[in-house]
């Protein structure tokens, strides 16, 4: 089965400190792993794909097998991040998302 | 482009009652995605079609049927809605390889009173 763990509900940092999602994720095949933004009022939107190691937003997402992990980064956080992140998964089956980070970034 | 286009946007319907919820896509995509959002439980899908003509159940597809109408269209009907269906409705679409990830609708809010 698949399973996508997003522990935080939700996470608060300052404007310019470093921000990290964690997304821990369960699958016994060679995933390919997502991440997912949805700014207040607007679709969901895709903000990473690990199978193409970019940099978007300045964010990055490294995929650590050993530990079954795909957390998300910035160095320094900005106002704008402020929105829902989500943590998904492909395996043998469409989409699994997380539950959802909420990320707020206060001024 | 309008990318993938839901409609309605708003409903409220009374418990009991029918719907449809209507889903296109002009990205000439062969997989399309029917997901509710709810608070605290993330995006669970529904049903998907990986290609016209095909349909499957997700996660969560007790109350729900889906038609592939066309490679464009996917809609999901609820025919005898009930509260627990209420919900924020996402459609998506992708094509077969996963390179690009899904395109998503604006969602479509439904209260069930």
């Known amino acids: 089965a698949q399973r996508v763990t997003q522990p935080e509900k939700l996470l608060s940092v300052f404007k310019g400190a470093p921000v990290e999602l964690k997304c821990n994720y369960s699958y016994s095949g060679s995933p390919e792993l997502f991440w997912y933004v949805q700014y207040s009022r607007q679709r969901l939107q895709l903000l990473l794909r690990h199978i193409s190691r970019e940099s978007i937003k300045g964010f990055t997402a490294d995929l650590n097998k050993g530990e079954t992990s795909f957390h998300l980064k910035k160095p320094f956080a900005q106002e704008e991040d402020s929105a829902m992140y989500y943590c998904a998964l492909e395996g043998n089956t469409p989409l699994v998302f997380g539950k959802g980070t909420r990320l707020s970034v206060i001024a | 482009n309008a990318g993938v286009t839901q409609t309605p946007k708003f409903q409220v319907l009374k418990t009991g009652q029918s719907m449809t919820l209507q889903c296109a896509q002009d990205?000439?995509?062969?997989?399309m995605y029917w997901y509710r959002q709810d608070p605290g439980m993330g995006l669970r899908l529904i049903y998907y079609s990986a290609s016209e003509g095909t349909t499957d159940k997700g996660e969560v597809p007790n109350g729900y049927n889906v038609s592939r109408l066309n490679k464009r269209e996917f809609s999901l009907r609820l025919e005898s809605a009930a509260p627990s269906q209420t919900s924020v409705y996402f459609c998506?679409?992708?094509?077969?390889?996963?390179?690009?990830?899904?395109?998503f609708g604006s969602g479509t809010r439904l209260t069930v009173v």
């Open positions: 998506a679409s992708s094509e077969t390889s996963q390179v690009y990830g899904y395109t």
């Open positions: 990205m000439n995509h062969n997989s």
